[in-house]
């Protein structure tokens, strides 16, 4: 598993860039792309981080962009929580990563998974630091669903 440091949101677009993925302009509700292709179900992806899931949870929900995301949670109190973001491109994909909330942080690992047009939010939420123990840290996190820590 490769972890991605200081500059690795800028090396992970780039990489995807090289890969002829397009240019990434900038994105608002207002500009969702029009593309045929539907962003996938995240919930699949949020099984394999091992958090529960709400019942009845099955395909997530649309954001204001179009993209889809499902949340859960780990441990008995909550206090580490995943989100899975999915797009329905490698544009989109690029612009949510640049969006607010999604750079990583002392509290949060984000976790890039390029091939499934998707990103991982992991957030643990403590009065001393974070804490990880209950899911796993954002590194292990990564190695579960198969994709690249930005940081955490």
């Not at 699949?44 to 649309?62: C, E, N, Y």
Request: proline share 8%; glycine share 14%.
């Amino acid at each position: 598993m490769k972890k991605l440091v200081g500059g690795a949101v800028i090396a992970v677009l780039a990489a995807m860039a090289a890969a002829g993925c397009g240019s990434a302009g900038s994105r608002s509700p207002q500009q969702a792309p029009a593309a045929v292709a539907q962003p996938a179900n995240p919930v699949p992806i949020l099984k394999q981080t091992g958090a529960k899931l709400p019942p009845g949870m099955r395909l997530g929900d649309h954001d204001a962009f179009g993209d889809r995301m499902a949340e859960g949670k780990f441990g008995k109190q909550g206090w580490e929580s995943v989100t899975v973001y999915t797009t329905a491109d490698d544009q989109s994909l690029r612009a949510l990563l640049r969006l607010p909330g999604q750079q990583p942080d002392d509290y949060s690992g984000v976790i890039v998974i390029p091939a499934r047009h998707a990103v991982v939010l992991a957030s643990a939420w403590e009065d001393n630091g974070p804490h990880w123990a209950a899911g796993g840290t954002p590194g292990q996190i990564a190695q579960r669903v198969h994709g690249h820590l930005i940081g955490g």
